[in-house]
T-cell receptor, first 111, second 113 residues
Framework: SQQGEEDPQALSIQEGENATMNCSYK?????LQWYRQNSGRGLVHLIL?????REKHSGRLRVTLDTSKKSSSLLITASRAADTASYFC???????????FGTGTQLKVEL | NAGVTQTPKFQVLKTGQSMTLQCAQD?????MYWYRQDPGMGLRLIYY???????DKGEVPNGYNVSRLNKREFSLRLESAAPSQTSVYFC????????????FGNGTRLTVT
């Protein structure tokens, strides 16, 4: 499996604003997953988008995938203080579920 | 339903000491994984087990051994701890269906002095 690179490394916004973070990868994928990590906790799976999908929604989350640019974005709408966490993307080539994680985007949502 | 449980939560070792990190899952998952997370390095896969009775090396296996004791439990052993193994260790599990998400425990914070 390959590692995704998240951008920006850190993002600080006000509650109620939207947060967008990006992920780039190098080779063709089968799917791409996004995870959240709260401070001192393990990663939690948020959403998976398959290579034949361009956009997917889950609650306040919107994920897009552009396979021609080898990139994905995660949008969190109407952010809340509870969204403060690190967010990781994990591109998967489909060879089992051995995922590799980058350093993530640290999101801080301020009241 | 506890998910993935890791013990201990914190551990301090002296260089050269050994210890075993324990992990158990109650989701009937076939696959289990050990990762380490270091500042600026992301999460790196140490070992994984696709099914009971099988284990394979990940990206950074040196200095570690694993045991898939049964379907529920996957332990990680440090035979002779080194300061470079100071890290946060995460265990995860997943189903065998393609695209199954990983479920993580809350980690073991290990310090080697």
């Amino acid at each position: 499996s390959q590692q995704g690179e998240e951008d920006p490394q850190a993002l600080s916004i006000q509650e109620g604003e939207n947060a967008t973070m990006n992920c780039s990868y190098k080779t063709s994928i089968n799917n791409l997953q996004w995870y959240r990590q709260n401070s001192g906790r393990g990663l939690v799976h948020l959403i998976l988008i398959r290579s034949n999908e361009r956009e997917k929604h889950s609650g306040r989350l919107r994920v897009t995938l552009d396979t021609s640019k080898k990139s994905s974005s995660l949008l969190i709408t109407a952010s809340r203080a509870a969204d403060t966490a690190s967010y990781f993307c994990a591109p998967s080539t489909g060879g089992g579920n051995k995922l590799t994680f980058g350093t993530g985007t640290q999101l801080k949502v301020e009241l | 339903n506890a998910g993935v449980t890791q013990t201990p939560k914190f551990q301090v070792l002296k260089t050269g000491q050994s210890m075993t990190l324990q992990c158990a899952q109650d989701m009937n998952h076939n696959s289990m994984y050990w990762y380490r997370q270091d500042p600026g390095m992301g999460l790196r896969l140490i070992y994984y087990s696709a099914s009971e009775g099988t284990t394979d090396k990940g990206e950074v296996p040196n200095g570690y051994n694993v045991s898939r004791l049964n379907k529920r439990e996957f332990s990680l052993r440090l035979e002779s701890a080194a300061p470079s193994q100071t890290s946060v260790y995460f265990c995860a599990s997943s189903g065998t269906r393609a695209n199954s998400p990983l479920h993580f425990g809350n980690g073991t914070r290990l310090t080697v002095t």
